[in-house]
């Protein structure tokens, strides 16, 4: 089983896919996309690429814990993507895991455009490794 992290973006989002035993979670890539039809096929082209069995996607609650616009339409993305997929879709706390991958793109000395290009899927890497970590205290 596989499972599927995205980091959504309003025309950037990053992928990052588990292994087989949902212990490690590896960057899949970033797409372009700036419609959400757009966004839903390229998902749902991974989805069937990796043989995903489940999707976790980054909710970006306010640091206070409440819920935005952005949280609200990440949510309804989510509806959207469980009915074309048929799968579970969870929504998983992502705050500050854009800071974080910027963090750790300064460390590695990671700068302009290939840094541009990397953060989301290392963001999407980070909410779906925190997920799993999750899941294995449980």
Same mark, same amino acid.
């Given at each position: ?68 616009? $952005?949280?609200? =339409?990440?949510?309804?993305?989510? /509806?959207? &993507?469980?009915?074309?997929?048929? !799968?579970?879709?969870? #929504? ?18 990671? $700068?302009?455009? =290939?840094?541009?290009?990397?953060? /989301?899927? &290392?963001?999407?890497?980070?909410? !779906?490794?925190?997920? #799993? ?6």
């Amino acid at each position: 089983m596989r499972i599927l992290g995205i980091d959504l973006g309003d025309v950037r989002t990053g992928l990052a896919l588990s292994d087989e035993s949902c212990f490690l979670a590896s960057g899949l890539g970033t797409f372009t996309a700036y419609t959400e039809e757009k966004a839903l096929e390229q998902i749902l082209a991974a989805v069937h690429t990796h043989n995903v069995a489940e999707i976790v996607m980054g909710n970006p609650v306010n640091m206070n814990g409440t819920r935005g616009e $952005r949280s609200q =339409k990440v949510e309804a993305f989510a /509806d959207k &993507l469980r009915t074309a997929s048929g !799968l579970p879709v969870t #929504l998983f706390d992502e705050r500050c895991t854009t800071m974080q991958a910027h963090t750790i793109l300064s460390f590695t000395d990671t $700068r302009g455009k =290939k840094r541009k290009n990397t953060v /989301d899927t &290392l963001s999407a890497e980070i909410i !779906l490794q925190n997920y #799993l970590d999750q899941r294995k205290r449980i």
